[in-house]
């Protein structure tokens, strides 16, 4: 993806161009602190062919803000469109003051008139209106940046995927084209096979940090065979190799049956230390899943939950997301810790055992249609509830409608059954990110 952004300040000398010019100023200000690579003209652009002539000297960008300084009309937007095919902000600044009097700038009718053309002619568009010393202006330009920089940053992101799907599991593949021409990703593959075949490979001294890394974060490891714990570190240690040695930020793994049939241990664990190390990995070979907890491992800075939504509990009105134990050691309730156990069919450890903390979340899903890629999210509390079932499981009261309303739309709207779980609030940086893509984002 390109990188540059590229701010049009733009104008019509017959409004006031004082107010225009002192609001020039402090939108670059405010522009230089979001933005390294942003590039402006040195005074307001007034005309269509003053606009033409600037655009010229310039690459194209990755997106330009366009910011109606006074009222334009459409050619100007038009000059934009017929050289540049990149998403496009759209800002209105507010009148100077509404007293009876002159009309100074008239902005609004000019964000319309663009934003007008722009939706005719299909192009991606987002809408900002205020002034650049207003706090909510400087929140949206905030939360444009981490959205920018990570679509540019996905540009480059590998995917490494481990086998394939289990039978009946075939919505967590992607295709590898569309997801490399939306947004840029690419996928390195390996079979479970090997990574088995690397981990069996190792002298027991080589595998003590892995081991050494599993008893400080988690409890009851005692309980776990010796064999079991050695067999663990291997995997560990064998995945992380596989990441470091094709650059990989983000993993779906193959997980049964091949980790128990043909190894011996379940590869929970491991995707649970690695979602600790910043390695975002999902579990069933979920392409999609690892793609959406790499976005909100990135907006959040922190690890992201991977589960299945497998029930509501009226109680607390939550609806409860689980997966057999790979959530992230990090996120378990600050009471209990991080308790290792088997796994609840195979009776194979180790496998992580808790409840998830509580805080604010955003549940999302990069998902498919049948026109390509979209993607959901909705906002929720994840409640200070107690591990619901064998394996690790959040409890998520949604912050609008009921537990059961959701899910109905969920299921009607055919969203995979794998979620995500970010601690924090992105749902607008996940919104900015499916306008640059060009994808539907649909919220709930």
């Not at 019509?12 to 670059?28: L, P």
Request: one cysteine or more; proline letters at 4%; hydrophobic letters at 40%.
């Amino acid at each position: 993806m390109k990188s540059k952004i590229l701010f049009l300040p733009l104008a019509r000398t017959t409004f006031s161009i004082a107010d225009a010019e002192n609001n020039f100023r402090r939108s670059c200000n405010l522009l230089n602190r979001f933005f390294d690579d942003i590039c402006y003209p040195q005074e307001l652009l007034t005309s269509p062919e003053m606009l033409s002539v600037f655009m010229d000297t310039v690459d194209n960008p990755g997106l330009v803000i366009y910011q109606c300084a006074t009222f334009i009309g459409s050619d100007f937007v038009s000059e934009i469109t017929r050289r540049f095919h990149c998403p496009v902000v759209v800002w209105s600044l507010r009148e100077p003051a509404i007293d009876g009097g002159r009309l100074r700038l008239n902005s609004l009718t000019g964000a319309f008139s663009a934003c007008n053309s722009l939706f005719m002619q299909g192009y991606n568009y987002r809408f900002v209106l205020g002034n650049p010393d207003e706090s909510a202006v400087e929140v949206k330009f905030r939360q444009m940046m981490f959205a920018f920089s990570l679509t540019k940053k996905m540009s480059d992101l590998v995917i490494g995927v481990v086998g394939s799907q289990p039978a009946g599991f075939g919505f967590g593949d992607v295709d590898e084209a569309l997801l490399a021409g939306k947004l840029g990703v690419r996928i390195v593959r390996t079979e479970a096979a090997n990574i088995i075949k690397q981990a069996k490979s190792y002298a027991s001294e080589a595998i003590t940090g892995e081991l050494a890394e599993l008893k400080a974060r988690t409890k009851g490891w005692e309980s776990i065979p010796a064999e079991n714990l050695d067999k663990y570190a291997r995997l560990r240690k064998s995945y992380q190799e596989f990441a470091v040695q094709n650059g990989v930020k983000s993993i779906a793994s193959r997980c049964w049956p091949d980790f128990f049939t043909e190894y011996g241990v379940p590869v929970c664990a491991v995707l649970s230390l690695l979602n600790d190390a910043g390695i975002a990995a999902s579990c069933e070979t979920d392409i999609g899943g690892a793609i959406s907890m790499y976005i909100a491992s990135e907006l959040t800075a922190g690890a992201a939950y991977f589960g299945d939504p497998v029930a509501i509990d009226e109680r607390c009105g939550g609806i409860v997301f689980w997966h057999c134990g790979a959530g992230a050691t990090s996120l378990a309730r600050t009471a209990e810790g991080a308790f290792l156990g088997v796994h609840p069919n195979r009776r194979i450890g180790p496998t992580m055992e808790f409840g998830l903390k509580q805080g604010a979340v955003t549940i999302l899903r990069l998902g498919k249609d049948k026109n390509g890629l979209r993607m959901m999210t909705m906002r929720g509390q994840a409640l200070d509830e107690p591990q619901k079932f064998c394996g690790t499981s959040l409890t998520v009261r949604p912050l609008s409608g009921s537990p059961a309303a959701k899910i109905a739309e969920l299921v009607r709207d055919g969203w995979e059954p794998h979620f995500v779980a970010a601690y924090g609030e992105i749902t607008e940086e996940v919104r900015m990110m499916c306008n640059f893509w060009g994808i539907e984002h649909k919220e709930y």
